[in-house]
């Protein structure tokens, strides 16, 4: 797959395009160094900051963590290439998020309906690891893609460190709401802060995570903003 390939959203929004870390981002040296590694053991693959997926005028964002190794610094796609894709995108199609066959490739067609994908940390960090500096560096691209999100209602945190960022991008303090599964966090401001358990492997082998529990956080997130079915 060719290093400069984007998954096109498959709608526009008149609100200006936030900014964004360039293909070769040296603010986390860590990550810019496992980067170039990658790219030598794996000539072909995305090995660049992920972009987000969806339109911006969505209004709910769901957040991840940082891109999988073989999955969104594969593909160059959130969540697309792992089994985090195969339980997320299934789950926005079953609550009519989403439209499409997932096939694990940006050029599924797969169209994202209301929503918007990203991550907390754009770049692929080793052993899924992110520190601490390195969330809060790229902190800045999330606070700037959420304010030109200009219907932004929502924000569906997957994990506590996600769930962190978000508040961090509001200038919240880490105690202004506190983690949970399946918790529903209103924010200064109007914005609506949803947690669930990450939708990684790890999670769901342990039983820590269920795609019964999974969809569960749907069902009660969406009735709130008049999205999907929302269906249980």
Same mark, same amino acid.
């Given at each position: 797959?060719?290093?400069?390939?984007?998954?096109?959203?498959?709608?526009?929004?008149?609100?200006? $395009?936030?900014?964004?870390?360039?293909?070769?981002? %040296?603010?986390?040296?860590?990550?810019?160094?496992?980067?170039?590694?990658?790219?030598?053991?794996?000539?072909?693959?995305? $090995? %660049?900051?992920?972009?987000?997926? &969806?339109?911006?005028?969505?209004?709910? *964002?769901?957040? &991840?963590?940082?891109?999988?190794?073989?999955?969104?610094?594969?593909?160059?796609?959130?969540?697309?290439?792992? #089994?985090?894709?195969? *339980?997320?995108?299934?789950?926005?199609?079953?609550?009519?998020?989403?439209?499409?066959? #997932?096939?694990?490739?940006?050029?599924?067609?797969?169209?994202?309906?209301?929503?918007?994908?990203?991550?907390? /940390?754009?770049?692929?960090?080793?052993?899924?690891?992110?520190?601490?500096?390195?969330?809060?560096?790229?902190?800045?691209?999330?606070?700037?893609?959420?304010?030109?999100?200009?219907?932004?209602?929502?924000?569906?945190?997957?994990?506590?460190?996600?769930? &962190?960022? /978000?508040?961090?991008?509001?200038?919240?303090?880490?105690?202004?709401?506190?983690?949970? $599964?399946?918790?529903? $966090?209103?924010?200064?401001?109007?914005?609506?802060?949803?947690?669930? #358990?990450?939708?990684?492997?790890?999670?769901?082998?342990?039983?820590?995570?269920?795609?019964?529990?999974?969809?569960?956080?749907?069902?009660?997130?969406?009735?709130?903003?008049?999205?999907?079915?929302?269906?249980?």
């Amino acid at each position: 797959m060719p290093t400069d390939r984007r998954p096109a959203s498959p709608a526009r929004s008149d609100a200006p $395009h936030p900014p964004q870390p360039g293909l070769d981002c %040296a603010l986390c040296p860590r990550l810019a160094a496992f980067r170039a590694a990658n790219r030598a053991a794996y000539p072909g693959w995305h $090995h %660049a900051p992920v972009p987000s997926f &969806g339109a911006l005028d969505a209004p709910l *964002l769901i957040l &991840g963590l940082a891109p999988g190794l073989r999955g969104a610094n594969r593909t160059g796609r959130p969540f697309t290439g792992d #089994y985090a894709g195969d *339980l997320l995108y299934a789950t926005l199609l079953k609550f009519g998020l989403a439209r499409g066959a #997932y096939r694990a490739d940006p050029a599924d067609g797969v169209q994202l309906l209301g929503c918007r994908i990203a991550n907390a /940390v754009r770049c692929v960090p080793p052993a899924n690891k992110p520190e601490p500096a390195e969330i809060a560096t790229c902190n800045g691209f999330l606070k700037a893609e959420m304010a030109a999100m200009p219907g932004l209602r929502a924000v569906l945190a997957l994990g506590a460190i996600a769930h &962190g960022a /978000v508040l961090r991008a509001r200038g919240l303090k880490q105690s202004a709401a506190r983690f949970g $599964h399946c918790a529903l $966090h209103a924010l200064p401001g109007g914005l609506l802060l949803a947690d669930s #358990y990450h939708c990684s492997r790890y999670n769901t082998n342990t039983n820590r995570l269920t795609p019964a529990m999974f969809e569960a956080v749907f069902a009660a997130l969406l009735p709130r903003l008049g999205l999907g079915t929302g269906r249980d």
